[in-house]
């Protein structure tokens, strides 16, 4: 039987794993990391690069390189690099692609399925683009799972006979989820679930730059439709602060040039904590508003809860730690690796799905973390006002489930009904987000009150299915979201593939080589110029190893080149160790 991977598709980073012997465990990628940047980039001969030289490449030639897409998933957002344009589905199935090369090299056989996961409060839209991804990459999703359930899970694993409540705090990249969670029996079930999807590190990082800028009376917004480079180098600065801040007081920033480049004499500012949490003060207190609502769904307090774990890479900040032991009434603990907790969960996932006997004995039971319903109107004195929004299944309810709500027709021989379907939580549908709408038709002629059943089915990946029937005639009809361009048809699918398929994909085997190019190439410009020419020495030769194609002479330049870098790359790794 063909194995199951499990994987987490970040804002930033991504990592796939997979079950040895009855533990799970991430898998390197072809420079060796278990986190890999969710980067793509097209470099000057058209080829396309994934991940860590990406990354690199993303500061010297911002323009040519795109991250962040999986906050525009499930919206009809494109992006032009290069001669190619892309849409955030195509650039997270390069990103998944590469993942599946990494898992195939490293288990030596070719992997076909998948679980991936998704913050728990994305909606429909951006999980049906996720399941896409997976099926252009060359993935049957087997199970789309919530970020912070999957974090439960890997904790949960070991720990099924132990009987408490947790709050899986998950702050990643890009999103916000908090989610409580119960252990009993064997048993994982997340008893509530809130989040904000735009809220996350990179936020942390583009308040900080914003910040910087001020400081130089310079207006972000401008700078970066002006300056594109400078921003990149300013925002790689600033990220690199913020990481050290994690640890230590205060980080040196050098203010690029409007053409990004460091000149000797760039101005230097001093980041500290203090200047960090102030750029950071009005995101951190969105915090709040979710862990209220998950809290209040779960119907517990503060002294109910038996434990507090952080999941993803910003949790690392100090003040995230602060507002989440205050708003939680519980310092955090926990064993996992918050950048890897939530692929060890999905890799978990997928061993529950191949069967693995380690794990025989776990159940998990989630929830639906928002409210969805459809549009009525209401008899307000003696008209008809219509706006209404009406939840048929409520937050919070245990998934798979469906549900049904009977409406009737609002005046004699009406034979068409239009339902909208919203989610959210709001009273009025105006402030709720439409996810689609049906037309139902064939309506029998007769007095008003034609009774039209809606029933909506939530599955286990989170995917809503809007079924009607006319009660009279029996007639069904099925809703199917094409609002954002998801749901894509087989024959899109198809021509997704067909275009993915004229990319060329820079080889697996060169990673390593091109990465390190691309990070010298970065290093370069920052160094000053002493340093400048002898890395310029090192780079040559490699270059001139590379042309030669002599294996040890590459390896050798490789290893010197590598040797210098390590030693005057002051940018923090991707993979943090503690
Ligand atoms: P994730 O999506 O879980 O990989 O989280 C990525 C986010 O975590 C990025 O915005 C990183 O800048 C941020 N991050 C990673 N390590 C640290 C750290 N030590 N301190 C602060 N933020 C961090």
Redesign the pocket.
């Known amino acids: 039987m063909s194995k199951t991977v499990g994987i987490d598709l970040?804002?930033?980073?991504s990592a796939v794993g997979t079950m040895v012997d009855g533990t799970p465990r991430l898998i390197p990628n072809a420079i060796g990391k278990y986190?890999t940047p969710s980067v793509i980039g097209i470099d000057e001969s058209g080829e396309v690069l994934v991940g860590n030289a990406a990354k690199e490449y993303q500061t010297l030639q911002p323009t040519r390189c795109v991250s962040g897409f999986k906050r525009r998933m499930g919206t009809d957002w494109k992006c032009k690099i290069g001669n190619h344009t892309f849409s955030a589905i195509e650039l997270s199935s390069l990103v998944l692609g590469s993942l599946k090369a990494d898992a195939e090299s490293h288990l030596n056989t070719e992997i076909h399925k998948a679980v991936i996961t998704v913050p728990a409060y994305f909606n429909n839209d951006q999980r049906q683009a996720t399941i896409e991804a997976g099926k252009i990459a060359g993935f049957q999703v087997e199970r789309i799972i919530n970020e912070p359930t999957a974090a439960a899970l890997a904790y949960g694993v070991h720990e099924t006979d132990t009987e408490k409540t947790i709050a899986v705090f998950d702050l990643?990249?890009g999103t916000f989820d908090i989610s409580i969670v119960d252990f009993f029996e064997g048993a994982i079930e997340v008893r509530s679930s809130a989040g904000e999807a735009i809220l996350?590190?990179?936020d942390f990082?583009r308040a900080l730059a914003m910040a910087v800028l001020k400081e130089h009376s310079i207006i972000y917004e401008h700078a970066e439709v002006k300056s594109p480079k400078m921003v990149a180098r300013l925002i790689r600065q600033c990220?690199n602060a913020?990481?050290a801040l994690?640890k230590s007081n205060s980080f040196d920033i050098y203010i690029p040039d409007s053409n990004g480049d460091l000149a000797p004499e760039a101005k230097k500012f001093t980041v500290d904590r203090s200047i960090l949490n102030e750029a950071c003060k009005p995101i951190l207190s969105r915090i709040a508003i979710p862990i209220r609502r998950a809290m209040g769904d779960a119907k517990l307090n503060h002294q109910d809860l038996d434990q507090v774990i952080l999941v993803?890479?910003?949790t690392?900040?100090p003040s995230v730690v602060d507002i989440a032991s205050t708003l939680l009434g519980h310092p955090p603990s926990g064993s996992i690796n918050p950048?890897e907790v939530v692929a060890l969960g999905a890799v978990v996932q997928a061993g529950l799905i191949d069967q693995d006997q380690a794990l025989d004995e776990v159940v998990v039971v989630d929830v639906a973390p928002f409210s969805l319903g459809v549009e009525i109107a209401k008899e307000i004195g003696d008209t008809q006002v219509s706006g209404y929004y009406l939840p048929i299944i409520n937050r919070n309810t245990v998934i798979p489930t469906s549900r049904s709500h009977t409406v009737g027709t609002m005046v004699p021989n009406q034979q068409q009904l239009q339902i909208s379907v919203f989610q959210g939580e709001s009273r009025m549908v105006k402030d709720n987000l439409l996810l689609g709408e049906l037309l139902v038709d064939g309506i029998p002629l007769g007095p008003a009150g034609q009774q039209v059943e809606i029933r909506f089915t939530y599955d286990n990946n989170g995917i809503l299915e809007v079924e009607t029937t006319v009660t009279e005639t029996n007639k069904q009809a099925k809703l199917v979201i094409t609002k954002s361009g998801s749901n894509l048809s087989d024959s899109a699918i198809k021509k997704a593939l067909a275009s993915m398929a004229k990319l060329k994909i820079h080889p697996r085997e060169q990673a390593e080589n091109k990465f390190l190019m691309k990070r010298a190439e970065r290093l370069f410009q920052e160094l000053p110029l002493g340093l400048r020419r002898d890395l310029e020495i090192y780079l040559d030769s490699f270059e001139s190893a590379m042309e030669s194609r002599d294996a040890q002479q590459i390896s050798g330049t490789r290893q010197q080149l590598s040797l210098f870098l390590s030693a005057h790359d002051c940018s923090l790794n991707d993979d943090?160790i503690d």
Not at 10 to 13: E, I, P, R, V, W
């Open positions: 970040g804002t930033t980073n986190l990643g990249g996350g590190g990179e990082t990220e913020k990481v994690s993803g890479g910003a690392r900040m950048d943090n």
